[in-house]
């Protein structure tokens, strides 16, 4: 993209998983932004006898806590939540405590649902993503709804782990680039 990574503000994290939060590190004067309850589950009750941390490295827990500590860490509180002009939050289906996924008011818009939406697939057959449990498909279902509705196309929704993407938006070096 042509920026150093001291240049980039702001990372916006849909979730605490290690492979959407690993190497946060390498943007030493970024902002991270994380929806709050997801971050106050994982650095604290996840941890806790019957807490559920898979998936999470304890290491990007500290990087978060240190941010925090440093006034680089800003909380996003709820769902419908613009971070900034143009980009909303919106909370998923609970991937994890408290995923989200994020509308750009672009023209027309795009929804990036990270790991709220793992294939082109889950919006093709409506089917939650294998990592919901019975209990919580439903909602996942109801996310994918929704981000087709917020999205105005479901090629408009940018899956969180789909190949495909290297196809639909050719890019370069493994980066994929959505233009219109």
């Known amino acids: 993209m042509g920026l150093h990574p001291a240049e980039v503000t702001d990372i916006i994290l849909s979730h605490a998983h290690w492979d959407h939060m690993g190497g946060m590190d390498l943007f030493p004067n970024a902002t991270i932004w994380i929806q709050k309850a997801e971050f106050a589950y994982y650095v604290g009750d996840a941890w806790q006898k019957g807490g559920q941390h898979g998936g999470m490295d304890l290491e990007d827990m500290v990087t978060l806590v240190r941010r925090n500590a440093g006034g680089k860490l800003r909380f996003i509180d709820g769902d419908d939540v613009e971070v900034f002009p143009g980009i909303r939050a919106y909370t998923g289906g609970r991937h994890t405590f408290a995923s989200q996924y994020l509308l750009v008011e672009t023209d027309p818009p795009y929804v990036l649902a990270s790991d709220n939406c793992y294939l082109y697939r889950n919006l093709e057959t409506m089917s939650p993503i294998t ?28 899956p969180g782990h789909d190949p495909l993407l290297f196809e639909k938006f050719p890019g370069k070096d493994r980066v994929v680039v959505i233009r219109q």
């Open 131 to 158: 990592t919901f449990t019975p209990e919580d498909g439903p909602a996942n279902v109801a996310a994918l709804k929704r981000m087709i509705s917020l999205a105005g196309a479901p090629e408009r929704v940018i």
